[in-house]
């Protein structure tokens, strides 16, 4: 089964919010906010993000071993093109959380599809992710 973000931004303020229903909190460690930021930028620290939820559990990549983490959606987001840095830091500093959408999702090591498929089979599901679909960045 495919797993997606289930919209659950977690910021240090919300922690008592944890695991409430079918959800997986995946932690972000200091080393993927190390990632994230040179992704983002340091604007991302702004922020304050300390976990996200799925509805399913990080699992590890199958050609690199990786586990899953929110930097993976950050790297497919803008490897792709579907968003800017600018407009997912200030989507996070508002509080805006992804939709209920289930999106391929692409590991940031190797760049290989994860488990986070969309199940609708829309976007593609290519392999890797320069193989992927890119579309202009909101």
Known sequence: ???RSTGGLV???QLEQFDDGPE???MITPDEESRIVELLGPEYLEVGLI???TTGPARHCSVCGKPTEFVDWV???LARGIHSPEFIVESLKLGNSPKKLGHDVYCSHCGHLTHFRDATGAEGSAPYIALAPVRRPI
């Open 1 to 3: 089964t495919s797993a």
């Open 11 to 13: 910021q240090a303020p």
């Open 24 to 26: 997986y909190t995946l």
């Open 51 to 53: 976990a996200t939820k």
């Open 75 to 77: 790297f497919t987001a």
